[in-house]
């Protein structure tokens, strides 16, 4: 009996810890807001960072840019909230700036040609930043880092594994370009004589017929393929102008 009410306590306790903020949303003072922004400068320079040394479109400045913005704006609810009492709602201007990053993280999606859509991460990076500047401005310290962590681990370490996943699979997306449609059915045909499987084809555009056909094939490999050196081989076929590798 005693044994037991002694375990529930020490679960209770346990609980209450858990369950209690780590941060506290402190007044605004002048060190207190210049601490906020100083901490969005910080975190989204450091994504920015990442983006900006793989030569993405958005960057170091313009991850900051975000970040501030969207501390300032959660900067502005707290200041709204505490000059007007409870009858405003101090998560409007949050909720719009989640809504408005959306917008400018189209401007970084564009088609790279062949099917091939760039700048999604990017785009992603910024909505990421932008929810970030929004923990900051109100004060949750421990959910900005966290996050800003975890956003940097997926942008710099994950892209490896990444790869490595694919190479295991041994999927393989080619965008090819051939001089004609025969050209192409003779490049699907060699594929399927090598033993590989083409899982699927599209062909994306054709400029005049018997003119130039571009396609986009998802290849499932056979386990002991060597990509490189298919690759290699389907670029020597006949016809073919152009081989990338997604």
């Not at 170091?60 to 007007?84: E, K, P, S, W, Y």
């Not at 997926?154 to 080619?174: D, M, Q, W």
């Not at 499987?197 to 003119?211: E, F, M, N, Q, R």
Request: net charge neutral; glycine share 12%; aromatic share 8%.
């Amino acid at each position: 009996m005693y044994s037991y009410l002694i375990q529930e306590s020490l679960y209770n306790i346990h609980m209450d810890n858990f369950f209690t903020p780590i941060f506290n949303t402190e007044s605004l003072t002048f060190g207190i807001i210049a601490l906020r922004v100083v901490i969005a400068v910080v975190l989204g320079g450091a994504i920015g960072l990442e983006r900006g040394v793989r030569n993405h479109p958005a960057g170091f400045r313009t991850h900051i840019l975000v970040c501030v913005g969207a501390c300032l704006a959660m900067l502005t609810n707290q200041f709204v909230f505490d000059a007007i009492g409870t009858g405003t709602d101090p998560t409007r201007i949050g909720a719009q700036v989640i809504s408005g990053i959306g917008f400018l993280g189209v401007g970084t999606i564009f088609m790279a040609g062949r099917g091939t859509i760039k700048g999604l991460t990017t785009a992603a990076g910024l909505w990421a930043a932008g929810a970030i500047g929004l923990a900051v401005g109100i004060g949750f310290y421990a959910g900005a880092v966290v996050a800003g962590i975890v956003v940097l681990v997926v942008l710099g370490l994950f892209p490896a594994l990444e790869n490595l996943v694919y190479r295991t699979s041994r999927r393989l997306i080619l965008h090819i370009e051939v001089s004609s449609l025969e050209a192409e059915a003779a490049f699907a045909k060699y594929i399927a004589d090598t033993g590989n499987l083409v899982k699927s084809k599209h062909i994306a555009t054709i400029s005049v017929p018997g003119d130039k056909v571009s396609s986009r094939y998802t290849i499932q490999m056979k386990h002991d393929a060597d990509a490189e050196g298919f690759v290699s081989q389907l670029a020597s076929l006949p016809g073919v102008i152009q081989i990338e590798v997604q």
